[in-house]
């Protein structure tokens, strides 16, 4: 299996207590949006294999040391040699380091640059401005989406495949090529 050998990772809070989102509706008539308050959340760890198309997600119960820890031994299968992460105030550095791979260090503050945001908001369209029985439920649609989304690596490459990413990988793939000798006859 190919892979780009950089993964993008990311987290994000997935619960009951819903946000307002911006929805089509007939000028002049009011929108209504249900909205269920109840504080019930889990985390969601997602890593992005954009030149590969894949996805590797798991659902820790909190943004622990071993929790995240335990997320990124599940990344071992899919070879990355690079982990490409934000610098929001989780405890995965020593998670990163007890696993040997390098770190890069995104920007604090800068989703846009994060392939794994682009799936993020995949997730929350479908999944928000619905009322949910019990937070498995909505685990369930957000699996579900999940599922749909990595089961087309075309889609997953479209969505988190960025020119400027895919160039700065293929160039760096090129340079740290190892030089191939020429043989004679």
């Not at 997602?46 to 198309?53: I, K």
């Not at 990355?80 to 604090?108: C, I, K, N």
């Not at 945001?117 to 928000?128: C, D, G, H, I, T």
């Not at 760096?172 to 191939?180: A, E, G, I, M, N």
Request: net charge positive; aromatic share 12%.
């Amino acid at each position: 299996m190919q892979s780009s050998a950089f993964g993008f990772a990311d987290e994000m809070w997935v619960g009951l207590r819903e946000m307002v989102r911006r929805i089509w509706g007939k000028r002049g008539v009011k929108v209504r949006q249900c909205l269920q308050i109840a504080y019930a959340w889990r985390y969601l760890f997602l890593a992005v294999d954009t030149q590969a198309g894949r996805l590797f997600w798991c659902w820790p119960p909190a943004l622990s040391a071993i929790n995240i820890r335990s997320a990124l031994r599940g990344l071992q299968p899919f070879g990355l040699a690079v982990l490409v992460w934000d610098r929001a105030a989780t405890p995965y550095y020593q998670g990163v380091r007890f696993l040997g791979l390098p770190l890069v260090e995104q920007p604090p503050a800068s989703p846009e640059l994060n392939p794994a945001e682009r799936v993020f908001e995949e997730l929350r369209r479908a999944s928000e401005g619905k009322v949910y029985a019990a937070l498995e439920d909505k685990f369930g649609a957000v699996g579900a989406e999940l599922a749909r989304i990595e089961a087309d690596p075309n889609r997953v490459r479209q969505l988190t495949g960025w020119d400027l990413i895919t160039t700065a990988v293929q160039q760096l793939s090129l340079f740290h090529r190892p030089h191939q000798t020429e043989r004679g006859p």
